[in-house]
């Protein structure tokens, strides 16, 4: 059988309205049997004067959603929580006037599952997997002082995709999905920020994951 292809679409830096504009064309042109879509942070963790209102991100979503399920499957991943106490070393806490980072980001998965039940798309719920760990010690998946002496909190480290990857791959499954082409898109969590591969589905990120993981799949099945 033949290897899946993945391409990595995501942009560090993007939020919605950046991803519509940007990567769904280039998505389009490369016609694959299966979208992963996950956006969001950017949009919920600019701080005041710069925050983009829920209903906006809502209504990208809207556009986004309709275009990339009418050329294959779609599914929806939710936005990872971030390290608030980070968050603030650089947008200070007496700045967010719409809510903190965390009541920002729950809201937005919020609309994420609303989406995903209204248009009937599979939905991949990040959040957890990566709340249920402590996001501030050495074992955290997200890059912390304590594990790198970066202090981001917000960017997967190379375990945290490989947990996205781990998550898809249990969703595709699960939906009985076969793809041979896989288009990624979203921000710097697709991207791969900060690791081996970043922008590509070679290395560390989660893209790069997948591909490892289902080609695998693929040769064990076969």
Known sequence: MEPVEIHNLGICGAASADVMEKEVP?????DAELYL???????????SGN????????????????????RGRLILLSIPPNVESLE???????GWKNGSPEERIRAGNRILATLAGEFRLPFCDLFPLFSRCDLTTGESPLINPANSGDPDGTHPTAAGAALIADAVFQRI????????RIVCLGDSITCGAK???????EGETYPACLKRRLNAHI???G
């Not at 603030?88 to 007496?94: G, I, K, S, T």
């Open 37 to 47: 879509l996950l956006v969001g942070t950017n949009d919920m963790l600019r701080g």
């Open 173 to 180: 499954c699960s939906e009985h999905l076969f793809p041979r």
């Open 88 to 94: 603030y070393l650089r947008q200070p806490q007496e």
């Open 26 to 30: 280039q998505a389009l042109r490369l």
């Open 219 to 221: 040769r064990n099945a």
């Open 51 to 70: 925050a983009v209102p829920l209903e906006e991100y809502e209504r990208n979503l809207r556009c986004l959603i309709p275009v990339l399920s009418s």
């Open 195 to 201: 690791l081996a591969g970043q922008g590509t589905s």
